[in-house]
């Protein structure tokens, strides 16, 4: 399987954003598989954030991201992104990239949807 290193989390005050990317491994592309972000913080059960066909065309988000977060991929980079925009204290979270096997149009709804993930980046935001 795809090995997933996520990178771009820190810090940040509300109303700011923040790029997270995704890299597969070498060796192994992240082209043939639905892709997409989910979060977890300690108090709270993991929740699906965005997810995103094997060639980019469509995208699919949680309800509480649609309008401030993009998902997009370059197969070629083998790379996923996530550009956060308006930040919200409440997104505060850990964010994983993952991999998808089920129905990615319903991943971004349900985390139970993708398959595994890495080993996830930090995002704080401070009000």
């Known amino acids: 399987q795809v090995q997933l290193t996520e990178a771009g989390g820190g810090p940040v005050q509300a109303g700011g954003s923040l790029r997270l990317l995704c890299l597969g491994s070498f060796g192994s592309s992240i082209s043939n598989y639905c892709m997409g972000w989910l979060r977890q913080t300690p108090e709270k059960d993991r929740e699906g954030v965005a997810s995103i066909t094997t060639d980019g065309r469509l995208t699919y988000y949680a309800d509480f991201v649609k309008g401030r977060f993009t998902i997009s991929r370059d197969n070629i980079k083998n790379t996923l992104y996530l550009q956060m925009t308006n930040l919200k204290p409440e997104d505060t979270s850990k964010y994983y990239c993952?991999?998808?096997?089920?129905?990615?149009?319903?991943?971004?709804?349900?985390?139970?949807?993708?398959?595994?993930w890495g080993q996830g980046t930090e995002v704080s935001v401070s009000s």
């Open positions: 993952a991999v998808s096997r089920g129905v990615c149009a319903r991943a971004a709804q349900d985390y139970r949807e993708f398959s595994y």
